[in-house]
């Protein structure tokens, strides 16, 4: 696909009056609504994403999840754990259909296995507002940089591809180490909504994150700076931060 060139930035802070002394928001100038995403991959250093397809990825899914003893990995996601297989690959079935969620494979390029997923959501073409979310990381992917790339990858499909104008994070307000995520990643947080919704018997207060568009130039530069194979060390450890790198670049 074509790569859109054109960021649409929201310009300096100032202050619109209209004709009758009201102030107003600032003019998007030449909008025309965004692409929805593609069903194609997406290809880094270190993972692929690809569209989940049942008989591909459910065996080496259900193994990756099974890694999660515990049941852990599945404590704030509105779905699992799963009984057994045979609800795993109904509800893959269903996941594999969805154009909204939009679901994504994510295939560990060292080992050529699919380790996690995750997904396109709330879908906003019309006012270029899309969101991230269900991203379900098997142990096996956790706190690698694979993990890290793949969220790169979604973002910069969304910005640089498609031209989106923000890109949304939301996860239960208790959900700690989502929140850290969040901020790590270069997200900005936005409030509370309070008892927002329900799920597995229990309320959900929603923590609320975004990037805008003006904002991606510099998170990109941060994450490019992170993911260069000169940030880590010969044990693979890294030497910088990626927050502090982001923060750095970010405009």
Not at 41 to 52: A, D, F, I, K, N
Not at 140 to 161: H, N, P, W
Not at 203 to 212: E, G, K, P, V, Y
């Amino acid at each position: 696909m074509e790569e859109i060139q054109v960021i649409r930035r929201s310009p300096a802070m100032t202050t619109r009056i209209n004709d009758l002394g009201q102030p107003i928001g600032w003019a998007v100038a030449d909008w025309t609504p965004c692409p929805r995403p593609p069903r194609t991959p997406m290809e880094g250093r270190t993972v692929r994403l690809e569209p989940l397809d049942p008989a591909k990825h459910g065996d080496e899914l259900w193994a990756a999840f099974e890694a999660d003893e515990t049941g852990r990995m599945w404590t704030y996601l509105p779905v699992g754990p799963y009984a057994d297989r045979g609800a795993f690959d109904a509800a893959l079935a269903t996941n594999a259909k969805s154009e909204d969620p939009l679901f994504h494979t994510v295939i560990d390029l060292a080992t050529g296995k699919a380790v996690g997923f995750c997904t396109y959501l709330r879908i906003d073409p019309n006012n270029g507002v899309i969101e991230v979310g269900f991203i379900t990381f098997s142990p096996l992917m956790q706190r690698t940089t694979g993990s890290t790339e793949a969220m790169y990858l979604m973002m910069a499909r969304v910005f640089d591809e498609l031209g989106y104008r923000r890109y949304e994070w939301k996860c239960d307000s208790l959900n700690a180490p989502s929140k850290a995520a969040a901020a790590r990643l270069g997200f900005t947080y936005e409030g509370l909504f309070r008892q927002a919704v329900m799920y597995k018997g229990r309320n959900r207060d929603t923590a609320w994150f975004s990037i805008l568009d003006s904002e991606w130039p510099g998170i990109k530069a941060g994450f490019q700076a992170w993911m260069d194979p000169a940030n880590f060390d010969a044990d693979g450890k890294q030497k910088r931060g990626l927050a502090a790198l982001i923060s750095e670049r970010r405009e």
